[in-house]
Each structure stands twice: as structure tokens, then as C-alpha cells.
């Protein structure tokens, strides 16, 4: 199976339970969520000219919305050939989950490689097993899509961006049917901002929760 990639590049994850383990970014183009505050809206399209070739969004800027037709295979073909020595994989967007991820995982896996997902929760996840899971619900987004129980069920995380007590009610809700005893439940402050950043760490010691820090903004990043 043929998935369009947006960009593929080795940085450190910045965010989440990984947050500072080496790793490769795989953004796949193609996502109808339609979040306002999206900062990579050229994913949002596939548009058929902007087709590359594969070898031209390997360690690339993908601002532009270009894209390459890649399979496992040839992602791991490309990994070597720009030497890259990350063992953790990020599949991201986009909305990576718009697409059956159980082949392109399970190359990975085999390959050993440790595998994460990084779903809106708006649509069906299909993966290997041994992926970790990280949902960051999008409620109410312009797409009008709903965030699924089989999603937050399949999730090892939960990353849920705030800046109100408002962001909390609607996490409570999303977790009213959901085991949450074997997940990792993280808040992360919208922004960077003090406020959000206050409230985070109230909710977060009161729940015996994670704060999620955006580190790789203030590391200026990728």
C-alpha cells in the first residue's frame, strides 16, 4: 500500500511522553478536520499536482503541501539512505489515520523500529499492536467530525491541548465511557501561555496527571 507522504525528517519529539527521544517524522498529507489554529494547513489537501517524486520530501521543508507516493519499503530505504539513526518513528499529518497504517507499521516494527501515531481521534485507528497511540481530541472542529470511542479506547495517551476550564469539561466528557486506568492522560498548555500553563499544572497534580510541554518552541525546532 501506497501512503502520500508530506515530509519525512529526524529531530527530537518534543511533546507527549516521548518528549525529548530522538526521533523521525513521517507527516502524511491529507486531512479534513479543519482545526482553526492548524499550523500545518498544507497538509489539509492532496492535491494531484502537487505530486513529487519520492526522493523530494526526504529531509525537505513540506510547508508548501507537496507530496510523494512512499510505502514502508521505500521509507526505509530512504531512512538509511540519508543515514538517519533515530529508532523512533512518528506518524503524524495531516490525519494520519484517514488511512490503514496496519502494513506501513508493521514494516516498521519488523524493521525494529519503535512506532507512534499521532491521531486527531476523529477517525478509525488501524495499526500494529505494538504502536503507542497518542490522541490529541479535536472537538468540534470545522469538519464536523466526532472524536471515536474506538480511538480513545485504542489510545495509549491522551494529549489534550487547554487553555479554560472549558478544555477540561470537554475532556471529562470524552473520558465518561473510556478505561482510562492503563492510559496516559497529558495537558498541554495552548500557546505557551501563563494562564493555560497555570491551570495545566493544577489539573495535572490534582489527577496525579502529565503536563505536556511544547519543548521543541521554546527549542526552536521542528
Wanted: proline fraction near 4%; charge should be negative; charged fraction near 20%.
Amino acid at each position: 500500500m501506497k501512503y502520500p507522504v508530506n515530509e519525512v525528517f529526524e529531530t527530537i519529539q518534543g511533546e507527549g511522553s516521548y518528549t525529548g527521544v530522538p526521533a523521525l517524522f513521517v507527516r502524511l498529507q491529507g486531512c479534513p478536520v479543519g482545526c482553526a489554529w492548524c499550523d500545518t494547513k498544507q497538509t489539509w489537501d492532496v492535491l494531484p499536482e502537487n505530486k513529487v517524486t519520492a526522493e523530494q520530501v526526504i529531509q525537505v521543508d513540506g510547508t508548501i503541501g507537496r507530496w510523494a507516493d512512499h510505502n514502508g519499503q521505500t521509507l526505509l530505504q530512504a531512512f538509511a539512505g540519508k543515514g538517519f539513526t533515530a529508532k523512533h518513528i512518528v506518524l503524524t499529518g495531516g490525519e494520519p489515520c484517514l488511512y490503514d497504517l496496519t502494513e506501513l507499521t508493521t514494516d516498521f516494527i519488523k524493521a525494529g523500529y519503535q512506532v507512534q501515531i499521532e491521531t486527531s481521534g476523529t477517525f478509525e485507528v488501524k495499526c500494529h499492536p505494538d504502536v503507542w497511540v497518542t490522541v490529541s481530541p479535536k472537538i468540534n472542529m470545522k469538519g464536523g467530525y466526532k472524536v471515536l470511542e474506538q480511538a480513545l479506547n485504542r489510545a495509549n495517551e491522551i494529549k489534550h491541548p487547554i487553555a479554560t476550564e472549558h478544555h477540561i469539561d470537554e475532556l471529562d466528557k470524552l473520558l465518561l465511557n473510556i478505561d482510562i486506568s492503563d492510559k496516559t492522560i497529558c495537558l498541554q498548555p495552548i500557546s505557551q501561555k501563563a494562564r493555560a500553563t497555570e491551570l495545566a499544572m493544577k489539573v495535572c497534580i490534582s489527577r496525579n496527571w502529565r503536563l505536556s510541554i511544547q519543548t521543541h518552541k521554546y527549542l526552536n525546532i521542528d
